[in-house]
Every structure is written in structure tokens, then in C-alpha cells.
């Protein structure tokens, strides 16, 4: 007889977390295998198809970099708030606030401020400062609460999630709704200079922002005093405390670069692809941040990667409706047995599978 | 310490559920603004997925077969808008025996633009796009591929190879509010509507103009779910209609919840999208419903010789057969009918439009003079109530429009 | 099991047991024979590798080479325990430090939680009975339908105890259990142990207090660095003795009082008070000197305001009136950064709570105090490679026993976790001019004989140097040894400050329990 037991690991190399990894996704592609092959399609057909139509050619890649764009900044978000055991989950709604805040600025600063010069040197970081300050704003209050009256912050920031996508709605539904629209929903499209830069097809400067933004986050995290004091904060808080550091400010300032991020997301969204602020903003990216935020363990350099490959595999998805014929719900089915696997997987990177042989005499 | 993991661990997972449904459904269509009702309906339907043949993706294939690509916003599973659309589709297929492929679920948004220019990559020769967020998408993913056509529906924008197609849903809304403004014995009449576009406030209106062309005591109550899908606010919402007297239930939403308040309330309703009588039983009177297929077929066919003008900006009427109602309930009484069906023959015939003049307005201003009638850019833009309609509309009616 | 020529009846049997850590090897090819009716002590250092091979034995781990019997029919069989749950349906059961209660169910609830074949529908007066038997016969009388919050620490681990033996366990290891025990319960465990052995069971004692294992025990194993140095019967060895096995070398006296003047005054606190985290009064009204170059001793029965204390004099814990001086300078309402900035340095009661991160490098806690300034900091940044030198240093001069500056502080052992927080919070006190105050709570609490002799002669060091030592402790001896005066506490006031030279252990006491000094 044969039988198995977990035992905990001290420590986890990095050798086995790549064996976990190709572990975990063997799994799950077997897995998927089975179900596809249940609906009469070809695993091998339908995996070469995802892979080929998330980076199988430079239309492709450059797709798949566009989904990655705002993965990378809100993983980053959320990845900064979770280093200090600070449990952001609004990221979607701070996105959402700085989205409307670069809104404000491309659709109504042209009108109010006209001596402005409307070119994208000015326009763009104006936009992108006043949506990294409503971002930090939107994730200040719930900061604030937790800080000074110890109010839970997943609770304040998820419902300000709700308030600040409702407000989006009411915006380019009512107020902010395109005149020469035909009174159907959606701003305005901004002015060219409040465009993003595109390099290829869709392929915008969002994605340099979030890259340098990755490399910006890297250097607080490994290199600042900032960055010791956000590890000590979150693996002990008397300790921190005890250390001399304050965890009030610190929650604040966190809040304020981790809110910032997402609020960023929402500037690099709008005035890289849609252009203008419309249905389609709020599409959860703040909540897959937090999926490739903990597939990265918080490491803002891996953020990137995990962003891409998560990017991948949503863009590929789509063929499995595309080139095979399946229905969508086949596609979501493996992309969230992938994801299952992957998270669930981890156990095994902290905890060693022992084989056990048992003989039948004992007893 | 490792118990915080463990638990952040579950927060995430119970993430994955919303992110992961995200992806592909987006906002739940909260917002979506042409009727095209996101579903979640899991119903299986009669539309044959299997009959969809498998594309060999990849190069253009200039000189080949044609093939017709189609995005939708929610699944073909929902038995109302998007449905309509596949059976266009299915259409296509067996009258004229081209090849077609489609992808649901797709969220209006960053998504969209992706998933509409991997279908002109494959070389599709023609992409309809079904929903009004994807105008912008359309038109961007147009001016790269200006060898395929792009065919939007319900928007406002084109371009050379980008076409616009929507249909007069106002002219079977009219016909429905007849239908409804005769069966009615307390005068009330409830309407479940979704969103205060124009779209909505178009369909409100004409069926109240109908209702009164019958009844001139009639009066139109409205309630907005602020939702296209929501079965419990839709309920809820003919729910409380019934208790204010109103005894036929018409809507703008994407369920039969409001048919079955009325039904299980001993009243009568109108449905909306699919002929929804065969769902919920002969309490439904009738129901305006969309037929996307001989619009589609006469594109293809053009396009296949090569006449299609690609940058069209098509309102069909009932005399294309995009719009229509569907078969009268049994216990609509002869009279009635016979009255519809005239009424339905001169909209065909051109010699009725419900918005022609005089119209007044829910404010008493006389909108529409007689002997003037709207355009299509002030029926597009529509966002007031005329005289009979008791709700909430965001402007106040205007004088002297039409001409 | 007087009679000599008696084979030994052996109950457990380790043979060549060895468990190897990625760097560390814990056990190393250790033997262990534990007889029927005998209380066997395993006595070690923190580290020395009692906690695994105890875990081995009860099913946590599994040991990488070796074999476990047990006897069955009179005969030893070589059995492969597989799981804690496994080990239970062997008839050995562990009772944990920490204990593993669910603390809103009764004793009732917690004695059957998790066990198989309990029925759907429970006769909980039945089990109830049943379980006050149990306790009854053993001498622990618990009330069977007490919620486990309403019971004592030392009820809770009757409790832990009850778990074990009506689960069937022949063979119970306890580790550690009078660390969290009054000596009354000390004496009754004891008196609850000898029943048992007298019925036939074995225990195994997990210790490394060596008057508990000259009192309790039969036999006693000492380990050392994963290996079985010697297993004696108690009555032919002496403290002495096993302190030597165990430290692997003899021990020194403790440092000597110093006999010099006293420098200038350090802190002083002026009719300080505070509140607990319940608002209710913690300190009331405590004034007190701490010289240069003194130790100030502080004694009193945990939970009469010493934690407090020295949470005031760091700044951890704001104040309610009264005035804290250091150096002549009001401190009072100080944050804890300006009490370090003042150089007043913590050596904190809690160490993996307070003192450590323990998910964090050692290099990473060892810089705690020094990161803020050169050489560790250029303006915003931190040099991690200096933090890691310095790390070294640190390791080095204060014999911190580490596989290195990258291991996480939680994996090494309490006396190298206090060695390392004494080497940061000492080296933090030398950048004070005219001395640091060194406050020292609890400094050599849960240590084994060797690291309380390294820790001891460390804070001597810094006296002698001219610093000023806050010494909370509740080792009398301790304190008699090494403290210049006693301040005794109780009920957050100061009963009086006397010098051990002038006072006695039962003054002491006395002082402890309320009565002034006259």
C-alpha cells in the first residue's frame, strides 16, 4: 500500500518553485485535455491555437501586451499594498477614479483653461498626475479609517469600489455624455494631445509606464529605507513599532503609491485606448491585479512577467471560440483551471509530498 | 503570519471566480446601450453551436470562399438580443451557404477592438459587430483592414468599409401598444424599462402613442430597473406596476420575469425581443421582435457581387422585416386584430409613421406639428415623454420639431 | 523496577534516528530506549534537537534514516508512523507547548474533537462523566462542561493531558509543560505523571531546566547537536553533571556585582503612570533612578505592571501623567524612534512578537535600529550590502549561531534569536555618549544554561562599560546575583527598592505579595 503525506519545507528554493510551476500547469493542460476532448475537439489543436494566438506573431504579441498593460500597473498596486499586509482590494475602483480624473482633464480643461497649450508634453502628465492623485485619494479614506479608527480596509476599500464605478456610469451616462452623441452613453473622444503615444497598432506608452513603474517599485522595495520599513510593517507590526517606525504614516504613504498605481491604470486605459470615458473602463483589472500580484509572490519585477504570460492566456482564450468554434464558456473553463492549478499549486512549493510505503503485517 | 497567508489565499481564490468572469463578461452589460441584453441564461437553446464549421484561421484568403464573422456581447443563449443576431447568422449559413464563425461574451471595451481585428486577420470578409460599445472598436479596427467590410449595429458612426444597421423597433412598438391600449380595462398600463436612453424612451413612447390611438384614456406608467438583466428587479418592478393598477405589463429587459408577474397576477403583457408567448403562455399578447435575417443576407449577397455600399447608415423599417410582432395571443378579440394588422400594412406601405404629427408632449408642448414628422437624428436622440406617459424621462419635450 | 537483574521492559525504541533540514542536520543517527512505568527526561539546549525527534516519534516528520519500535506482545516491532493521527492509534500521544484547544467548546468537545467513530448524536453527559473519571484518577479534577476560555492555563493543559489518554496513548511525550505553569501545578503535574508511570505508561519530558529533570524524571537522554551524548538514571548523575553534557563544557559563575561608583543618572522617572489597553491604571505614580554603570533590578509576579514599564521608558506606550527624564532631559511623550534617538535600547519580553520579524533575514532584524543612518543609509536608500557586512560583524562578535545573514530569524534558536537582539539593541547603546539605558525584559526567559551564562555576562559587560540596565526578570536568584538594586513591583506600584546585599529572598517575597517595606 501506498499513501502520502505533506510535510512542511523550511525553506523553498527557487528550483522548486519552476518544478511546482511546470507541475501545476501540466496538471491543469491535462486536465483541460479531458474536457476538451469531452466536447470532440483536439487538446493538441486547441492549446497550439491559444498559444499561437497569444504570441504567435507580432499582431498577436503586441495584443497580448496591450491586455498585459494594465495587469502590470495594477499588480504592482496591489502587490505594494500586500507587501505591508495592507489588504487593497479597491483597486478597481481607484483605477476607475483615475480614469475619471484624466477624463476631466482631456474633456474639460481645453474649455476652462483655454491658454493652456493643448499639446500631449502638457496634457499627458497633467492627466496622469491628476489620476494618480484621484487614484491615491480614492484608496487615502480607506487608509485614513484603518490608520487612525482601525476600520477593516478589505470592507471600506471593496465598497469604494461600487461608489466609484456607480459615479463613472452616472458620468458619461449623464453629465459627461457626448453631445453630438446622439444621447447614447459615453464622453466625448478626447483631443489628440490628450492621446497616448501608440507604437505599433494598439501598443501604447502605457506599457513603458508600467515597466518603469515595475523597476521604480523594485527599487523602493529592495534599495530605500522606505521599502525595509513596508517589510518589517508587514511581517511584524510590534516589531515595526518597536523598530521606531510609524505605522500610521506608513500606511498613508503606501496607500498613497499603491492607490496611485491603480489610479494610473485608469489614465494609461483611457487615454491609451479608448479615448474617452465609456463602458469598458471597469472591467475588473483591479481584481486580476490581485491574481497576478499573489501569482508573483508581490515581487514587482515578476509582476511584469506573470502580467504577460496572464495576458497571454486571456488574449489566447478567445481562439478557442475563434478558430475552433467552441463555446466561450470552454475558454474561461481552462483559463480558470490554469489559474486554479497555478495558485493551488503553491501548497506544494511550502510543503513537501512524501511518498509513504506501508506494509501490511503492521498494525 | 501563516494564518494570514492562508486566508489572503482564499480572498484571492474567491477573486478568481469575479476576475475570471470578468474577462469575459465585463460590466454585466450594466450600461450596454442598444437593447443588447447580456444574458446569463445557461438555457440551452435550439441555436446549433455544432453547425458552426471550423475556420482554418490565418492568411487572407483573397480568392476564396466567403465568410461572414460575428461578435456578440452576451451569449447566444439569451433568448433575446443576442439571440436574434444568431439567428441571423444561422441564416446565413443555410440559405446561402457561406461559412461563418462568431465569439460571445465579449465585453465592450479594450477587448473588443482585439477580438474584431483577429477576425479581419483571418480574413474574414465581412465582421458584424452587435453592440453599440463596439462602434468605436469597428471603426478603428476599419481603417486597417480597408479590404473587409464591417457591418455595426445600432450606432452612429461610419466609415468606407464600415457600415451602420439599425431597425425602426418604434413601428412594432406602436402596433404592440394598440394591442395593449385594447386589452386594457383600468386604462393603466405598466412598462418595466431598463435605462433612460433613447433608445427605451423611443419604445416607450411609440407604444404609448399606439395604446391611445385605441384607447385615448390610456396612460403609460413607468418603472426603471437601471439594469438589462435582472430577473428579481424586473419582477419586483411589474410587481409593483400590477399594484398600481396597471393590468398589461410591456418592457424594455431581458427576462420573461415581468411576463410572468402579469401572468401570475391573472393580467396581461406585451413581451419584447423573441416571441415571448411561447415561453410564458397567451397572457403575453405579442411581442415586438427583431429578424436580423433577410438584412444580413442582402448584405452578404451584395457585398458577394460586389454592390454592398460599404459605408451605409441603414435604419430598416418593418417593410425590411428587421422589425415585427410577433403572432397575437388567442385572447386578442377579432377587432382588435383586424385593426392591428391594417395599421401594420399602411407602417409597411409607408403611408403611417407613429411619429408624425400631432404629437404633445407629457408637458403639453406640441412636439411634432401636424402634417410634420420626425427625422431619424431626432428619433435617435429622443429623451423625453410624450402626452400619457407617467415616469421619470431625463428632459423636458421640446416644440416645433420635425418637418 | 527496583530489582536489578529485571530486563528492562522497553516500551518506544529509536534506533539511528536521522532527520536532516536542508543545512541542518537535527538528529544525527540518535538511539532512545523508554521504558515501561518510567518518566524519561530529554534534556537539551534550545536547538539541540528534542522538538524533532519528538515530532518524528508522534508523526509530524518522518525521519530520513532509522527505525521506530514498539513494543507489541512483549516484543519490539519496527512500525512506520505515518501521521500525528496514526501515532495516537499507536498509543503515543504528544502534549504541545502551545496548546491546541479550541477555546469556545467545553472540555468535553475538545477531549473528542477530531476523533474517529465519535457518533452523529453525543451523550455529552456520558463523555462528560467519562472524562472526569479519567481526570479523577489521574488527579486533574476538571469540570467536563467548562468552556476552555473560563479555564486556567494550567486546567487547559489537563485538558491537552485528558486528550491524549482517553484517545488510548500509552506512551505521552510532554514538552516543555512546566514553562507555562505556577510551581503548585508544577507539583501536581508531577504528582499526575507518577500515577500514570505507576499504571504502567511512559513519558517522555521534553526540558531544559535541569531542577525539573533532577525532580521528575527516572532516566534522562541528553542531546546535543542532534546527538545523544548520554542517558543516565537521575539518582547517579547531578545538575552539574547534566549542565556539563548538555553545554558540552563547564559553566562559569555568574558575573559578579559591580563594585564601583555609580555614574550620573540615566532615566529617571517622576510619578509616572499609564493605562492597560483596557483603560484601566497599569503603572500608578512610579518613580525610579537608573544610574550609569547600575543594574536595576525589577521584580515582582508577572502581570503587576513590569511589562508596562518598559514599554513607557521605550516609548512604546504613551504615558497618563508623571515625567520621564533621560540624561537630564524630559523624554516624556517621546515616540519610540526619539527614546532610541536618546539612546534608550530594548530588549523586549516577546522575542518573535516584538524583537524579531521572523519571516525577515537575520541581516535584515540585526539592522532594525541601525538603517536610519550612515553607513547602512545614503539619504533615501539602504545599502544592503554593508547590512549584510554588519550583519557579519554582529553574527561574529556576539557567537550568534547561524547558518548565515540570509536565514530567517524564526529558524534559529531562542537562545541565538536573544543573542542576536542583545548584539543589534548593545551595539545601538554604544552611539550613546555617557551610556545607553539598556532595558532588559525577561532577558534569559526560556534560555537553556548556556545562553543564560552568555546573555548574563553581556549585560554585565554593558554595566561595566557605563551604560544602565533596566533588568525585569522573575528569576529571584537572578536578581540577587546580578542586580545593584531591586525595585519590587505589585499592582503597578513600587512596594519599595532594596539592595540584595541588605534584603533576603523572603523579604523579597513579601514585597511580591503587597506588604510595603517599612
Not at chain 1, 497598432?201 to 502605457?206: K, N, P, S, Y
Not at chain 2, 501563516?2 to 469575459?24: D, E, N, P, Q, Y
Not at chain 3, 547517579?236 to 548538555?246: F, P, R, W, Y
Request: proline share 4%.
Amino acid at each position: 500500500m501506498i499513501g502520502f503525506t505533506l510535510e512542511k519545507r523550511l525553506e523553498t528554493s527557487t528550483k522548486t518553485n519552476l518544478l511546482v510551476l511546470a507541475g501545476s500547469l501540466l496538471v491543469a493542460l491535462s486536465a483541460g485535455a479531458l474536457l476538451l476532448l469531452a466536447v470532440g475537439a483536439s487538446p493538441l489543436e486547441a492549446y497550439g491555437a491559444m498559444l499561437k494566438g497569444a504570441f504567435g506573431g507580432r499582431l498577436e504579441i503586441v495584443e497580448t501586451l496591450v491586455r498585459a498593460t494594465p495587469l502590470i500597473l495594477t499588480g504592482l498596486s496591489v502587490a505594494v499594498a500586500f507587501r505591508m499586509l495592507f489588504w487593497n482590494i479597491g483597486a478597481e475602483g481607484q483605477l476607475v477614479a483615475g480614469g475619471i480624473a484624466a477624463s476631466a482633464v482631456a474633456l474639460f480643461l481645453p474649455g476652462a483653461a483655454p491658454w493652456v497649450p493643448q499639446n500631449a508634453w502638457v496634457y499627458l502628465p497633467l492627466m496622469g498626475t491628476a489620476a494618480i492623485a484621484a487614484g491615491a485619494v480614492w484608496g487615502l479614506v480607506p487608509a485614513l479609517l484603518k490608520s487612525s479608527l482601525g476600520v477593516n480596509e478589505i470592507i471600506t476599500t471593496l465598497m469604494f469600489n461600487y461608489v466609484a464605478i456607480l459615479l463613472y456610469q452616472h458620468l458619461f451616462n449623464g453629465p459627461w455624455k457626448d453631445p453630438e452623441g446622439f444621447g447614447f452613453p459615453g464622453s466625448a473622444e478626447f483631443g489628440e494631445f490628450a492621446f497616448l503615444p501608440r507604437f505599433t497598432g494598439r501598443l501604447h506608452l502605457g506599457l513603458v509606464i508600467g515597466l518603469v513603474a515595475a523597476v521604480l517599485v523594485w527599487i523602493v522595495f529592495t534599495k530605500t529605507k522606505w521599502g525595509y520599513e513596508i517589510a518589517l510593517i508587514g511581517e511584524n507590526e510590534t516589531a515595526a513599532r518597536y523598530a521606531g517606525v510609524s505605522v500610521f504614516r506608513n500606511i498613508v504613504l503606501v496607500m498613497i503609491l499603491s492607490a496611485g498605481l491603480a489610479g494610473l491604470t485608469g489614465f494609461s486605459e483611457v487615454a491609451g485606448v479608448s479615448h474617452r470615458l465609456q463602458q469598458g473602463l471597469a472591467v475588473n483589472n483591479g481584481f486580476t491585479g490581485i491574481i497576478v500580484a499573489w501569482l508573483a509572490k508581490l515581487h514587482p519585477l515578476r509582476v511584469v512577467v506573470v502580467a504577460v504570460l496572464l495576458a497571454g492566456l486571456l488574449v489566447g482564450g478567445d481562439q478557442i471560440q475563434i478558430t475552433l468554434g467552441l463555446p466561450a464558456a470552454i475558454g474561461q473553463v481552462l483559463q480558470g483551471a490554469i489559474l486554479l492549478s497555478v495558485l493551488g499549486g503553491d501548497i506544494f512549493s511550502r510543503y513537501r509530498l512524501r511518498m509513504i510505503r506501508t506494509t501490511a503485517k503492521e498494525a | 503570519m501563516t494564518s494570514k497567508r492562508w486566508w489572503i489565499a482564499l480572498v484571492v481564490l474567491a477573486m478568481i471566480a469575479a476576475a475570471c468572469g470578468g474577462t469575459t463578461s465585463g460590466e454585466g452589460g450594466d450600461t450596454d446601450t442598444t437593447g443588447a441584453e447580456p444574458a446569463a441564461t445557461t438555457e440551452a437553446t435550439e441555436a446549433p453551436t455544432e453547425s458552426t464549421p471550423e475556420t482554418t484561421g490565418g492568411e487572407t484568403d483573397a480568392g476564396g470562399d466567403f465568410k461572414a464573422a460575428f461578435v456578440y456581447v452576451a451569449p447566444i443563449g439569451d433568448l433575446g438580443w443576442t439571440w436574434a443576431h444568431d439567428q441571423g447568422r444561422i441564416a446565413l449559413e443555410e440559405e446561402l451557404g457561406i461559412e461563418t464563425a462568431f465569439i460571445e461574451n465579449v465585453p465592450e471595451g479594450p477587448d473588443a477592438e482585439r477580438v474584431i481585428r483577429d477576425f479581419a486577420q483571418k480574413g474574414y470578409n465581412v465582421v458584424f459587430t452587435t453592440s453599440f460599445g463596439y462602434m468605436d472598436p469597428t471603426i478603428n479596427v476599419a481603417s486597417e483592414f480597408p479590404d473587409t467590410q464591417f457591418v455595426h449595429i445600432s450606432g452612429f458612426k461610419t466609415a468606407a468599409n464600415a457600415s451602420n444597421v439599425f431597425g425602426a423597433m418604434e413601428e412594432a412598438r406602436y402596433l404592440s401598444g394598440m394591442v395593449a391600449g385594447a386589452a386594457t380595462e383600468s386604462n393603466v398600463l405598466g412598462f418595466v424599462a431598463a435605462f433612460p436612453i433613447p433608445e427605451v424612451i423611443r419604445g416607450i413612447n411609440a407604444f404609448t402613442l399606439g395604446a391611445r390611438s385605441v384607447n385615448p384614456d390610456a396612460t403609460v406608467k413607468v418603472v426603471w430597473t437601471n439594469t438589462w438583466f435582472g430577473p428579481p428587479q424586473e419582477k419586483e418592478a411589474a410587481e409593483a406596476l400590477l399594484a398600481a393598477g396597471a393590468d398589461v405589463i410591456a418592457q424594455h429587459q431581458d427576462t420573461t420575469e415581468p411576463q410572468k408577474a402579469a401572468a401570475d397576477a391573472g393580467k396581461f403583457s406585451i413581451g419584447y425581443d423573441s416571441d415571448m408567448r411561447s415561453f410564458v403562455g397567451d397572457s403575453v399578447l405579442t411581442s415586438p421582435v427583431w429578424d436580423w435575417a433577410p438584412k444580413y443576407i442582402s448584405i452578404v449577397e451584395e457585398l458577394q457581387a460586389g454592390t454592398y455600399q460599404g459605408d451605409e447608415s441603414w435604419y430598416g423599417s418593418m417593410a425590411d422585416g428587421v422589425v415585427d410582432i410577433a403572432e397575437l395571443s388567442p385572447l386578442v378579440d377579432a377587432e382588435t386584430k383586424e385593426l392591428v394588422e391594417m395599421k401594420r400594412q399602411e407602417i409597411i406601405d409607408g403611408s403611417f409613421q407613429p411619429f408624425c404629427g400631432p404629437v404633445l408632449g407629457a408637458n403639453g408642448a406640441e412636439i411634432v406639428a401636424e402634417g410634420k414628422c420626425l427625422t431619424l437624428g431626432e428619433l435617435l436622440s429622443m429623451d423625453y415623454f410624450v402626452e400619457g406617459v407617467e415616469g421619470e424621462a431625463p428632459n423636458e419635450a421640446p416644440t416645433g420639431l420635425g418637418s | 523496577m527496583t530489582d536489578v537483574t529485571t530486563i528492562p521492559d522497553v516500551a518506544v525504541q529509536l534506533a539511528g534516528v536521522t532527520k536532516r533540514f536542508p543545512g541542518v542536520l537535527a538528529n544525527d543517527s540518535v538511539d532512545l530506549d523508554v521504558r515501561r512505568g518510567e518518566i524519561h527526561a530529554l534534556l537539551g539546549e534550545n536547538g539541540a534537537g528534542k522538538s524533532t525527534l519528538m515530532s518524528v516519534l508522534c508523526g509530524l516528520y518522518r525521519p530520513d534514516e532509522g527505525t521506530i519500535s514498539l513494543a507489541s506482545d512483549g516484543r519490539l516491532k519496527p512500525v512506520d508512523i505515518r501521521s500525528p493521527r496514526h501515532a495516537i492509534e499507536l498509543g503515543i500521544g504528544m502534549v504541545h507547548q502551545h496548546f491546541k484547544l479550541v477555546r469556545s467548546l467545553s472540555v468535553t468537545e475538545n477531549v473528542i474533537i477530531g476523533m474517529d467513530g465519535v457518533p452523529l448524536r453525543l451523550d455529552v453527559d456520558k463523555l462528560g462523566a467519562e472524562i472526569a473519571e479519567i481526570g479523577l484518577r489521574y488527579h486533574m479534577p476538571v469540570e467536563p462542561g467548562a468552556t476552555i476560555w473560563q479555564l486556567s492555563v494550567g486546567e487547559q493543559q489537563r485538558v491537552e493531558i485528558l486528550k491524549v489518554l482517553y484517545r488510548g496513548a500509552d506512551v505521552l511525550i510532554l514538552d516543555e509543560p512546566t514553562a507555562v505553569l505556577t510551581p503548585k501545578e508544577s507539583q501536581d503535574l508531577g504528582r499526575t505523571l507518577r500515577t500514570m508511570v505507576a499504571e504502567g505508561k511512559s513519558i517522555i519530558f521534553i526540558s531544559h531546566k535541569l531542577d525539573e529533570v533532577m525532580s521528575f524524571a527516572d532516566r534522562v537522554t541528553v542531546l546535543r547537536q542532534g546527538r545523544n551524548v548520554a542517558t543516565l538514571d537521575v539518582s547517579a548523575t547531578s545538575k552539574g553533571e547534566l549542565a556539563k553534557l548538555m553545554v558540552g563544557r563547564e559553566l562559569s559563575a555568574p558575573p559578579a556585582r559591580r563594585a564601583g561608583e555609580l555614574g550620573t543618572t540615566l532615566l529617571e522617572l517622576k510619578g509616572v503612570s499609564t493605562l492597560n489597553d483596557r483603560g484601566l491604571p497599569a503603572l500608578r505614580e512610579i518613580s525610579l533612578t537608573l544610574g550609569g554603570g547600575e543594574i536595576l533590578g525589577i521584580a515582582g509576579v508577572a502581570g503587576n505592571g513590569q511589562r508596562f514599564l518598559a514599554e513607557v521608558v521605550t516609548g512604546l506606550r504613551p504615558t497618563t501623567g508623571g515625567a520621564i527624564e533621560v540624561r537630564g532631559k524630559d523624554r516624556t511623550g517621546a515616540s519610540p524612534r526619539e527614546m532610541i534617538s536618546a539612546g534608550v535600547v530594548h530588549v523586549p519580553s516577546d522575542r518573535l512578537g516584538m524583537g524579531l520579524a521572523g519571516n525577515l533575514s537575520l541581516a535584515d532584524n540585526l539592522a532594525m535600529r541601525s538603517y536610519r543612518r550612515p553607513p547602512l543609509a545614503k539619504g533615501i536608500f539602504l545599502d544592503r550590502r554593508k547590512m549584510v557586512v554588519e550583519a557579519n560583524g554582529l553574527i561574529e562578535r556576539f557567537n550568534v549561531m547561524t547558518p548565515g545573514p540570509a536565514t530567517p530569524a524564526r529558524s534559529l534558536s531562542g537562545g541565538n534569536q536573544q543573542k542576536a537582539i542583545l548584539a543589534r539593541e548593545i551595539t545601538a547603546g554604544h552611539e550613546a555618549a555617557g551610556g545607553a539605558v539598556i532595558v532588559a525584559a525577561y532577558p534569559t526567559r526560556g534560555l537553556d544554561v548556556g545562553a543564560i551564562e552568555s546573555v548574563r555576562a553581556r549585560l554585565a559587560e554593558e554595566r561595566d562599560r557605563g551604560s544602565g540596565v533596566l533588568l525585569i526578570s522573575e528569576d529571584l536568584d537572578e536578581l540577587m546575583a546580578m542586580a545593584d538594586r531591586i525595585a519590587v513591583f505589585h499592582g503597578g506600584e513600587v512596594m519599595g527598592i532594596v539592595a540584595p546585599s541588605e534584603t533576603s529572598i523572603e523579604e523579597l517575597g513579601l514585597l511580591m505579595a503587597g506588604e510595603r517595606r517599612t
